[in-house]
């Protein structure tokens, strides 16, 4: 398996424009998060999903931030309209179980300009 | 509202000597503890890990040691190599099954 897989790599954006962060989890894998890494913060959880069902957005930071999973192989993450403070590593992790050790995407580091 | 702390943001030693990263939480429902590697520019890796029933874990150099009632634990490093420099996270998780984790320590061992 290729692991949890994250595109783009790196974003760099101008301030309003929208932006979709994707992440294709490790297959078979029920549980897939999403998490920002910032100083200050360390990593957030921002939501995650299971077996395709948004099950906790508590961390989502506003209604600027929206997550899918339409598939069992496929997420989102959009920012629209995106802002600078917004400028972040974001990760995405999969997991058979909750709880147990996630395996993490390379993430995407985002700019937002 | 930080349920895990990793209060020092960086720490540095002497290859050869013991490394000691310390974590704080909150919660007293978290019952699961973990902590993970991150090397620049590569998502986090999962390290080594301890139940709320066990107060010590081992795995080769690396070791957790959990102090329930202080709401404690740390990772230590014995011997520290240079490739063990990266950020460590610390992570709690109880019944929500989320991963709380920390800010992250900074690593770094000297030659």
């Known amino acids: 398996d290729a692991g949890v897989i994250q595109s783009p790599r790196h974003e760099v954006t101008e301030m309003g424009q929208e932006v979709t962060l994707r992440c294709k989890p490790i297959?078979?894998?029920?549980?897939l998060f999403w998490y920002r890494q910032t100083m200050m913060r360390g990593l957030e959880l921002l939501i995650y999903?299971?077996?395709?069902?948004?099950?906790?957005d508590s961390g989502m930071p506003e209604d600027r931030f929206s997550a899918k999973m339409p598939n069992a192989s496929f997420s989102t993450l959009k920012i629209q309209p995106s802002e600078p403070r917004d400028s972040a590593v974001y990760f995405c992790?999969?997991?058979?179980?909750?709880?147990?050790?996630?395996?993490f995407g390379s993430g995407t580091r985002l700019t937002v300009v | 509202d930080q349920q895990v702390k990793q209060n020092s943001p960086s720490l540095s030693v002497q290859e050869g000597r013991i490394s000691i990263l310390n974590c704080d939480y909150t919660n007293s429902m978290f019952d699961y503890f973990l902590w993970y590697k991150k090397y620049p520019a590569e998502g986090p890796t999962f390290l080594i890990s301890?139940?709320?029933?066990?107060d010590k874990n081992e795995d080769g150099r690396f070791t957790v040691f959990l102090n329930k009632s202080a709401k404690h634990l740390s990772l230590h490093i014995v011997p520290s190599q240079p490739g063990d420099s990266a950020v460590y996270f610390c992570a709690a998780t109880g019944n929500t099954g989320k991963l709380i984790f920390g800010q992250g320590t900074t690593l770094q061992v000297k030659p």
């Open positions: 999903f299971n077996n395709n069902v948004p099950i906790d």
């Open positions: 301890i139940s709320s029933i066990k």
């Open positions: 297959s078979g894998h029920d549980y």
């Open positions: 992790a999969s997991s058979l179980r909750p709880g147990d050790g996630y395996t």
